[in-house]
């Protein structure tokens, strides 16, 4: 059903075609007509985080930013959902056009600037969802969290801690936004000082939170793809100091270099996609190299077939997730990525014969 509704979304403005389609989606999965968009991946439990994975592909925040869509989006067959990025006020995000296919790479350049309703719409939507009130979770349920853009770094973390505060009661796991390019001076925070002074304060009210609510909701930080290998070691250092629950690896990246010959290259924003693929793998195995072993990383970042799963495991990434290769090809995507990753885990857990 996809491949005959993609010509019409392709046709159509990037962003209004994305809204169009979780519109379809979410009329299919009132209709029951989900059985026609895909066929649900088999199982693959996935112990990650503390959590139980029904499978291990998910699907990246940036789709579902106000939450509005996760019993659909969990229809498709994801083992775990992100939504968000969320911030504590609503804001429109930067000027359209924001949001451009470039196709000839199956690629996305993006600079929506956390355009979303505000955190507290998202806790509305997630409490309204079936997914909260089923008492059987289909799946696990991740909140992406992000700053305001008037919010200068220096009180970047009063932000930050708004939001964990009103994530926390619904949320399987937090993820910290603190590499997306399109907010202005948000990558900063990634530096050594910076993101020790945030990851501490945020550990800190973790701690308070899982006392308070009886139960501990695993905090994740995003990288960028843009990172100096000295950047790299200087991150796997705080977050070893500071026991950080995971990494996700890697936001979108702003270099071009893979879509030089694109007339799209000179927009601003963030490239995702196929190009991104060997540059965030290339962050995720060097990161996993200095990183504890019981800090698990996720692998997101120009996953377009089963192939591209397995590089991500193959570089250390305990779980993935999908965003633009799922544009390009559908929900089909998360069944050949789970059984991609199956097969491997056969494979790896059969005895040679000598």
Not at 160 to 187: F, K, M
Request: hydrophobic content about 40%; aromatic content about 4%.
């Amino acid at each position: 059903m996809y491949s005959l509704a993609r010509p019409l979304l392709m046709s159509l403005d990037a962003e209004r075609a994305h809204d169009r389609a979780l519109r379809w989606l979410d009329r299919a999965h009132g209709l029951g007509l989900q059985g026609l968009l895909v066929r649900p991946p088999p199982a693959l439990p996935t112990s990650a985080l503390g959590l139980r994975f029904p499978n291990p592909v998910g699907l990246a925040a940036g789709l579902d930013k106000n939450g509005a869509h996760v019993d659909a989006l969990f229809g498709l067959g994801f083992g775990f959902v992100e939504v968000g990025t969320v911030t504590p006020r609503p804001q429109v995000g930067n000027p359209l056009p924001r949001l451009f296919r470039v196709a000839d790479h199956d690629a996305i350049i993006n600079r929506m600037g956390f355009n979303n309703d505000g955190i507290d719409a998202l806790v509305r939507n997630v409490e309204r969802s079936k997914h909260v009130h089923s008492g059987a979770q289909r799946g696990i349920l991740g909140i992406n969290i992000g700053k305001n853009r008037d919010t200068a770094n220096a009180d970047a973390l009063n932000d930050y801690l708004l939001c964990l505060e009103r994530a926390y009661p619904l949320a399987d796991y937090i993820a910290v936004n603190i590499s997306s390019p399109n907010t202005a001076g948000l990558r900063e925070l990634q530096e050594e000082q910076s993101l020790r002074r945030l990851v501490s304060g945020l550990r800190d009210a973790q701690e308070r939170l899982s006392g308070q609510h009886r139960r501990r909701v695993p905090l994740l930080v995003k990288i960028s793809p843009d990172l100096s290998d000295e950047d790299i070691d200087a991150i796997a250092r705080v977050f070893n100091d500071l026991a950080i629950d995971g990494v996700i690896a890697t936001n979108t990246t702003v270099s071009r270099s893979e879509i030089q010959s694109s007339p799209l290259a000179a927009e601003a924003g963030g490239l995702s996609g196929a190009p991104l693929l060997e540059r965030s793998t290339a962050i995720l195995r060097r990161l996993r190299a200095r990183l504890a072993d019981n800090i698990p990383m996720i692998g997101v970042g120009g996953i377009s077939s089963g192939t591209d799963a397995i590089a991500k495991t193959a570089a250390g990434a305990k779980l993935v997730q999908l965003y633009s290769g799922l544009i390009y090809r559908g929900p089909r995507l998360i069944r050949e990525c789970v059984d991609a990753i199956h097969r491997r885990t056969q494979q790896a857990s059969t005895p040679t014969l000598k």
